[in-house]
């Protein structure tokens, strides 16, 4: 399939339906840490950078670039302001965005639920 057919699909009811269906995980995702994420931990900004060790995260402070490893979830606090909230959004609908879309737009061509 040519990029040019796949970036018409973009803009397709079937691309606004699979985008919208992206929107909606992105937003139910917005309270739970992801990569990327900023963070409060012992009273200095962090970012989560490494999570495969779930539910312990790898943080790096944003002021000393000191790293923490093995940080549990209850330990940090998620950033609350719109910013943070932004962030989280734009983390998770950016990544079904680049990995996922064109392989749903197709499925559901093929009459397959997403």
Do not use: N
Request: charged content about 25%; proline content about 4%; some cysteine.
């Amino acid at each position: 399939m040519s990029q040019r057919r796949i970036r018409r699909g973009h803009w397709s009811i079937v691309g606004l339906y699979v985008r919208a269906i992206y929107a909606w995980r992105a937003l139910k995702q917005i309270d739970k840490p992801h990569l990327g994420g900023i963070v409060t931990y012992r009273g200095e900004k962090c970012r989560l950078y490494q999570g495969v060790y779930s539910p312990k995260w790898h943080l790096s402070s944003a002021a000393t670039g000191e790293i923490f490893k093995f940080v549990p979830v209850p330990e940090f606090e998620l950033d609350r302001s719109l910013r943070g909230r932004w962030a989280a959004f734009k983390s998770s609908y950016d990544f079904w965005m680049a990995y996922w879309f064109t392989i749903d737009v197709r499925r559901v061509r093929g009459g397959m639920r997403i």
